[in-house]
C-alpha cells in the first residue's frame, strides 16, 4: 500500500460495563470511540462497489456487539481486544483507536486511551 489511505469513524457511542470501583460495577457508561484504520482505497474507488470497502457499518456494528456484552475494568484491555478484533476480522493492517471515558475525571470532558497497532504503510498519510 504505497498511499496511506484511511477508512475513519469517529464518535461511536457505546454503553459498557468498565471501571474498577464499585459504583462502576453496578452501572453502564458510555464510552466513545475514535477509528481510523488503514486501507487503500483507490479498489473500491475503481469499481464502485461496496462489497469490496472496508464497511465501516460493520466495523461499527462489530463492536457495539463486543463492547456492549464486554466487562473490563480497564479501558487499556478493552482498547486492546477491540484493536485485534477489527484487524483480525476485517483485514485492516494498521489502525489507531481512541477511546474516551467521558465524565470519569471533575473538571475533564474525557479521559481514555489512544493505541496503534500494526505496520503503518509509507507514504504521505
Known amino acids: 500500500?504505497?498511499?496511506?489511505?484511511?477508512v475513519f469513524i469517529e464518535g461511536l457511542e457505546i454503553d459498557a460495563l468498565i471501571g474498577i470501583y464499585d459504583w462502576e460495577r453496578r452501572i453502564r457508561q458510555t464510552l466513545v470511540f475514535d477509528l481510523e484504520m488503514?486501507?487503500?482505497?483507490?479498489?473500491?474507488?475503481a469499481s464502485d462497489d461496496i462489497a469490496r470497502t472496508l464497511d465501516y457499518k460493520a466495523v461499527s456494528k462489530r463492536l457495539i456487539e463486543y463492547v456492549?456484552?464486554?466487562d473490563f475494568g480497564l479501558v487499556e484491555?478493552?482498547?486492546e481486544r477491540c484493536a485485534r478484533i477489527v484487524m483480525e476480522e476485517f483485514n485492516v493492517p494498521w489502525l489507531r483507536l481512541k477511546l474516551s471515558k467521558p465524565g470519569a475525571v471533575r473538571g475533564a470532558r474525557a479521559v481514555g486511551v489512544i493505541i496503534e497497532r500494526g505496520d503503518a504503510p509509507h507514504g504521505n498519510g
Do not use: I
Request: proline share 10%.
Open 1 to 6: 500500500m504505497p498511499a496511506m489511505d484511511k
Open 38 to 45: 488503514a486501507f487503500d482505497n483507490r479498489v473500491p474507488a
Open 68 to 70: 456492549s456484552q464486554s
Open 77 to 79: 484491555t478493552l482498547a
